[in-house]
């Protein structure tokens, strides 16, 4: 596909030498095509990871790179603090990216293409923005002959769009070593402003809902496609997976969902007990999307494989649903899924991970809300529970309290969370320009 047309012309873009470095290495991590097909199946992260590496040496830090595949690399370096006796930070992103059709996107997903004031590019916000970000934010301090105030674990782990089996799961489960005195961690989908009443308020991942993968198996009798067959496994499995789909799960608040809403609340002057919850994640606009996924189970299939003749009913049909149920209730959520379909459908756990809450409070959290209205004052900083997941699952095994804060001041009218996964996937450049600010204040001080 033809992508030139749709690009800036060489004379308009900026150069490499006006670029912010943060944007520079951004593009250039976009340019690496890390695609993780799931399943094991992925072009591997290892470019990308020898890219972070040299970078990392160029700083005077000693990387480690270690395989759990071939060709499925994460990096992890120790940067020594001004008192390591404090609990070591992980600042942690992940190489990998989902797939992108290009026959969809205006521009090369994979081009780290620059224009309208934007990085356009798989990665862009996930999350090859944030590994840029802590690159910079550690090098400004170390280029400064300066050290963050405690110890840091820089880690770039390979698979977190599969669930980090290979990567962050891989390493906690092999090399807990790595994570020697880590207390804390921050990562991606956290730390990004959204508009409220036209006043600006950023949200701060503190939680984030549990993974169920979950494989629909409906079983029949194979037989010629023009007989009567009242036990098609097709039909069986459409019909469950029409079910599941449609589900309307009921909303129920946890205490970060609770706090959330109140604020958001407090800020738009309304009486949380007369608007419901659905009508104030609404009120965030383009955070609605991630917002009311917060507020219940959502089920979605995702993948449908059967048959492989058109006049063949096949004895076997499968689909694919992504699960994402509130902290603690996979269990329930498991079994209302299977009265949902029928005791005549097989589920099988294809990935399973826990849900995480923790407390908007804290030296971590003051220290973020005082950086970031430090850098946009009279902004507001509210507590949100991510409907998705991150590598902060894997590293909750070793007792690491995960927060997600990869700071954007973003346009009021950029739909963020359509970004995730979406087509046409692109970051402002002034906003990465400000997350390296952010974030290099808040790694020389905490």
Avoid at 41 to 67: F, H, N
Avoid at 168 to 178: A, Q
Avoid at 238 to 249: D, F, K, L, M, P
Avoid at 390 to 411: E, M, R, V
């Amino acid at each position: 596909m033809d992508f030139e047309a749709n690009t800036s012309h060489p004379a308009e873009a900026p150069t490499d030498a006006e670029l912010d470095e943060t944007v520079r290495i951004a593009r250039d991590l976009i340019r690496m095509d890390t695609t993780n097909y799931g399943g094991g199946k992925s072009k591997g992260e290892t470019v990308a990871a020898e890219y972070v590496a040299e970078y990392l040496r160029g700083l005077g830090l000693e990387p480690e790179l270690i395989d759990s595949d071939p060709g499925r690399t994460s990096v992890i370096a120790r940067v020594a603090g001004r008192d390591s006796s404090k609990g070591a930070l992980v600042v942690h992103g992940h190489l990998d990216v989902v797939p992108a059709d290009a026959r969809n996107w205006s521009v090369d997903p994979f081009g780290g293409v620059i224009q309208d004031g934007m990085l356009w590019g798989r990665g862009a916000v996930d999350m090859k923005n944030m590994d840029a970000m802590i690159l910079t934010a550690v090098a400004d301090i170390l280029r400064s002959g300066e050290r963050p105030a405690r110890d840091l674990i820089l880690a770039f782990f390979a698979d977190e769009e599969n669930g980090g089996v290979l990567g962050s799961h891989y390493l906690v489960d092999t090399r807990p070593d790595l994570f020697a005195g880590a207390t804390e961690a921050i990562s991606e989908v956290g730390g990004y402003s959204i508009t409220l009443g036209g006043k600006r308020a950023y949200l701060v991942q503190t939680g984030e809902k549990a993974l169920l993968w979950i494989k629909l198996i409906a079983r029949g009798p194979a037989a010629h496609g023009s007989r009567v067959v009242r036990e098609n496994a097709i039909t069986r499995l459409a019909e469950a997976v029409a079910a599941v789909g449609r589900q309307e799960w009921p909303i129920r608040l946890t205490n970060t969902t609770t706090e959330l809403l109140a604020e958001i609340a407090r800020i738009l002057g309304v009486d949380p007990q007369k608007v419901g919850p659905d009508e104030l994640a609404i009120a965030t606009g383009t955070a609605s999307s991630f917002i009311q996924a917060s507020l219940r189970t959502t089920t979605n299939p995702t993948v449908l494989t059967a048959g492989y003749k058109h006049n063949v009913v096949p004895d076997s049909a499968e689909a694919l649903v992504d699960i994402r149920s509130l902290p603690g209730e996979e269990d329930a959520v498991l079994a209302a899924v299977q009265e949902l379909v029928g005791p005549d459908i097989e589920i099988e756990v294809m990935h399973r991970d826990v849900g995480l809450e923790n407390e908007f409070s804290g030296p971590l959290i003051d220290a973020v809300i005082s950086t970031l209205t430090e850098h946009d004052p009279g902004a507001d900083v509210l507590p949100y529970l991510l409907s998705a997941g991150t590598d902060n699952k894997a590293l909750s095994k070793l007792g690491i309290t995960g927060y997600g804060f990869a700071p954007l001041l973003l346009p009021a009218e950029l739909d963020f969370p359509a970004m995730f996964h979406g087509v046409d996937e692109r970051v402002p450049l002034d906003a990465l320009v400000f997350g390296r600010r952010v974030l290099t204040d808040l790694l020389r001080t905490y």
